[in-house]
C-alpha cells in the first residue's frame, strides 16, 4: 500500500465549480501535512498547511481527519489559474524527508 | 518567505559527460536538502537526503557513484550526474527545509535535464 495515496484525476470542472480532492495516508506516525500545488515542468509550492482543526485561505479549505487518516482540499469558485496538480504531502518528526502523494490534475475550463 | 536557488535551469549535454546541479538557500541555512527527479507526467520520487557535513542518504535504486551529492555548507548542496545517458534525461529539484520554519519544504525551481 503506497503510503500517501490520491485520485490522479484529472478533475476537469468549469470555472466557477466547486472541487474536493482527497488523499489518505498510511502511517500513523505522520506528524504534519500539506497541500502543495505544482505547474507543468515548475517546482511544487506550498498551498497551505493542513491543521486538524481544518484552515481555510480564501477560496481554499484543508481539512484533516486524524482518526480516518485522511486529508481534503476544497477550492470554492474555481479559476482558470487553479488549474495545476495538486500534491497531498505527509511529514515526521525531525529530518525524515516529506513524502508526497503522487498528485491530483485539476484542469478547470472556460 | 524562504528561497531556494537551483542552478542551471535547463541543461542539454551530450551522453558520457557529467553536470553539476546548485542548490543554495539564500536566507536560511539548511543541515539538509533532499533532491527530487521527477519524469513527465510522474510524480516526485526523492533521490536521496543530503545532509551537511557527512554523506548523503540515498532512496532504494539510486546508485550514489552515479549521482554524487555534496553538501559543504550549510547553504549549498550539489548532484552531479556523472556520465549522463538520455535515460538520465528528467527534472531534478532540490528542496530545503529551514530548521526554524518548522516542517515546511521550499524548493528550487528546478533543472530539466536532457541527454542527447
Known amino acids: 500500500r503506497k503510503e500517501v495515496e490520491q485520485d490522479p484525476g484529472p478533475f476537469n470542472v468549469p470555472e466557477g465549480a466547486t472541487v474536493a480532492f482527497n488523499c489518505t495516508y498510511s502511517?500513523?506516525?505522520?506528524?504534519?501535512f500539506f497541500w502543495y500545488r505544482q505547474d507543468c515542468r515548475k517546482e511544487p509550492k506550498l498551498l497551505m498547511s493542513?491543521?486538524?482543526s481544518g484552515n481555510e485561505d480564501g477560496r481554499f479549505t484543508a481539512q484533516l481527519n486524524r482518526a480516518s487518516q485522511y486529508i481534503s482540499l476544497l477550492i470554492r469558485d474555481s479559476k482558470l489559474s487553479d488549474s495545476a496538480t495538486y500534491l497531498c504531502v505527509v511529514g515526521y518528526s525531525g529530518n525524515t524527508p516529506l513524502v508526497f502523494g503522487k498528485g491530483t490534475r485539476l484542469s478547470v475550463i472556460a | 518567505g524562504a528561497v531556494v536557488s537551483q542552478h542551471p535551469s535547463r541543461v542539454i549535454c551530450k551522453s558520457g559527460t557529467s553536470v553539476k546541479i546548485e542548490c543554495r538557500s539564500l536566507?536560511?541555512?539548511?543541515?539538509?536538502m533532499f533532491w527530487y527527479r521527477q519524469f513527465p507526467k510522474q510524480s516526485l520520487m526523492l533521490m536521496a537526503t543530503s545532509n551537511e557535513g557527512s554523506k548523503a542518504t540515498y532512496e532504494q535504486g539510486v546508485e550514489k557513484d552515479k549521482f554524487l551529492i555534496n553538501h559543504a555548507s550549510l547553504t549549498l548542496s550539489t548532484l552531479t550526474v556523472t556520465s549522463a545517458h538520455p535515460e538520465d534525461s528528467s527534472f531534478y529539484i532540490c528542496?530545503?527545509?529551514?530548521?526554524?520554519?518548522?516542517?515546511?519544504?521550499?524548493f528550487g525551481s528546478g533543472t530539466q535535464l536532457s541527454v542527447l
Open positions: 528542496s530545503a527545509r529551514p530548521a526554524l520554519k518548522g516542517e515546511k519544504l521550499f
Open positions: 493542513v491543521y486538524s
Open positions: 536566507d536560511f541555512q539548511a543541515t539538509t
Open positions: 502511517n500513523s506516525a505522520s506528524q504534519s
